[in-house]
């Protein structure tokens, strides 16, 4: 089975559920079910997260050992899927990642704008409040500002490290962000350009 099905590192018994998932969908995939069950995971996470990823405490997993006899159950996929918390923790990190996109966007269109009326960037992103915006631009990653460099021409976020690492041309934000470690720790977000100069050019 290694050999043939390629599953990577999962058990053998992980590996026999997903043949048996392939050959029965319908069997072992109860979208309803799915829906609901991750729908009360959600309410609940979004009660403990204060809106902010660092202040999310996810509970402990509720999967538990996969036996045989697992496998073969009706909608055997949603106990597995379901009970799986890195679901949860995955969701919230794209939630995090596209809410630091979205402020980062208005607050370059408010930057873009003050250059515009007085012909320079901003010192610090205050000097935009509340002319061009009415608050401070929110990173929810950990509840704190969105960073500025005005020098360096970019905005960045702390990432899924929670730290203030400066922000980085290395670590420009792109689709799917959180799938690269460089980008998920150090999220930057260029305001004048999309990609740093090449000296050919």
């Given at each position: 089975m290694?050999?043939?099905?390629?599953?990577?590192?999962?058990?053998?018994k992980?590996k026999?559920?997903?043949?048996?998932?392939?050959?029965?969908?319908?069997?072992?995939?109860?979208?309803?079910?799915?829906?609901?069950?991750?729908?009360?995971?959600?309410?609940?996470?979004?009660?403990?997260?204060?809106?902010?990823?660092?202040?999310?405490?996810?509970?402990?997993?509720k999967?538990?050992?996969?036996?045989?006899?697992?496998?073969?159950?009706?909608?055997?996929l949603?106990?597995?899927?379901?009970?799986?918390?890195?679901?949860?923790?995955?969701?919230?990190?794209r939630?995090?990642?596209?809410?630091?996109?979205?402020?980062?966007?208005?607050?370059?269109?408010?930057?873009?704008?003050?250059?515009?009326?007085?012909?320079?960037?901003?010192?610090?992103?205050?000097?935009?409040?509340?002319?061009?915006?009415?608050?401070?631009?929110?990173?929810?990653?950990?509840g704190?500002?969105l960073?500025?460099?005005?020098?360096?021409g970019?905005?960045?976020?702390?990432?899924?490290?929670?730290?203030?690492d400066?922000?980085?041309?290395?670590?420009?934000?792109?689709?799917?962000?959180?799938?690269?470690?460089?980008?998920?720790?150090?999220?930057?977000?260029?305001?004048?350009?999309?990609?740093?100069?090449?000296?050919?050019?």
């Open positions: 290694d050999n043939d099905f390629g599953f990577g590192e999962q058990t053998t992980e026999l559920f997903n043949l048996l998932q392939a050959l029965f969908p319908r069997y072992y995939v109860h979208k309803n079910r799915i829906l609901s069950e991750s729908a009360k995971y959600y309410s609940m996470l979004s009660k403990e997260a204060l809106g902010y990823c660092g202040d999310v405490r996810f509970p402990e997993n999967a538990v050992d996969v036996e045989w006899s697992d496998l073969i159950k009706p909608n055997a949603m106990d597995q899927w379901v009970g799986s918390i890195l679901n949860f923790k995955k969701y919230y990190s939630r995090c990642f596209g809410r630091a996109h979205i402020e980062s966007v208005k607050t370059v269109a408010a930057i873009m704008s003050y250059k515009s009326n007085y012909g320079d960037m901003p010192s610090s992103l205050q000097a935009l409040v509340p002319e061009f915006l009415p608050s401070l631009p929110i990173d929810l990653f950990d704190g500002d960073k500025y460099s005005q020098e360096k970019f905005l960045y976020s702390v990432g899924t490290n929670y730290s203030d400066g922000g980085s041309v290395d670590s420009y934000f792109v689709r799917r962000c959180e799938q690269s470690e460089v980008c998920a720790k150090n999220p930057t977000f260029p305001i004048l350009s999309a990609l740093p100069a090449k000296d050919e050019y």
